[in-house]
């Protein structure tokens, strides 16, 4: 694993902001794989400018999402579908054919996996995966003990997670109990992999991650085992 140390966030996105556009900038037709949540916002943002400012396309470029979360009603602003549009999407000229993100109202969740599993083969390879790190060492909603041979599969969040995301909604309890989330196996297929680390809060597992044993218990820890895994974070480890 390459480990970068950055001075703060905003280093952290226009580092990120750079791979991803050098990754869009040199393959034909690249595949990326995106995470929600707050620590790719800025990324986002710089994404967006790169398109507005510089003019950069995305017409060629395919997206697949990490998870969403089961049951929200379509126009939920809580929704994964919802951010990505509000951060990203909207503001780009990427083709709404080559953005996948997962179908948490879907009436065969099982199904819906299958559904996910069979646009990423088509897709390929992804290029670049960007990932975020949860409290609890969680990548995508593979929560600790979530075997490592899991591909897209239906989740039942841990009470830290719905804790911790519990800020985007009135309170913990309106927080889905389910989500759809690439699995472990699915992940570690892509050619390249970014992980994005960010606060205080994530030196304890981020530590883990890096330097404990690799355990499923720790999801994050598999990426020890991934051949091109870069992470950019703030913290000294
Ligand atoms: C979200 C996702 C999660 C987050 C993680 C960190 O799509 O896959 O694994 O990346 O929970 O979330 P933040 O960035 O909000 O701390």
């Given at each position: ?34 995470p929600t949540g707050s620590t790719p916002e800025r990324l986002y943002e710089l994404l967006v ?189």
């Amino acid at each position: 694993m390459k480990i970068i140390h950055v001075k703060n966030y905003e280093e952290m996105s226009q580092q990120a902001a750079k791979m991803v556009l050098d990754t869009i900038q040199q393959i034909e037709k690249p595949v990326l794989g995106l995470p929600t949540g707050s620590t790719p916002e800025r990324l986002y943002e710089l994404l967006v400018r790169a398109h507005q400012v510089d003019q950069v396309s995305f017409q060629h470029v395919s997206t697949f999402n990490l998870d969403e979360y089961v049951g929200l009603p379509a126009d939920s602003n809580q929704s994964y579908h919802y951010f990505m549009n509000e951060h990203l999407f909207r503001h780009i000229d990427i083709p709404t054919n080559r953005v996948h993100i997962p179908n948490g109202l879907a009436t065969d969740l099982e199904q819906e996996c299958a559904r996910y599993e069979g646009h990423l083969q088509r897709a390929g390879q992804i290029d670049l995966q960007v990932l975020g790190l949860g409290v609890n060492g969680h990548i995508g909603f593979n929560e600790p003990g979530t075997s490592f041979n899991k591909r897209t599969h239906i989740v039942e969040l841990e009470d830290s997670t719905s804790e911790a995301n519990a800020r985007f909604f009135k309170s913990k309890e309106d927080v889905p109990k389910l989500a759809v989330t690439m699995g472990i196996e699915t992940i570690l297929e892509a050619k390249r992999i970014l992980l994005l680390v960010q606060g205080k809060k994530k030196a304890d597992i981020l530590r883990k991650v890096v330097q404990g044993e690799v355990t499923e218990n720790i999801p994050a820890s598999i990426l020890q085992r991934h051949e091109d895994v870069t992470i950019l974070t703030d913290i000294e480890l």
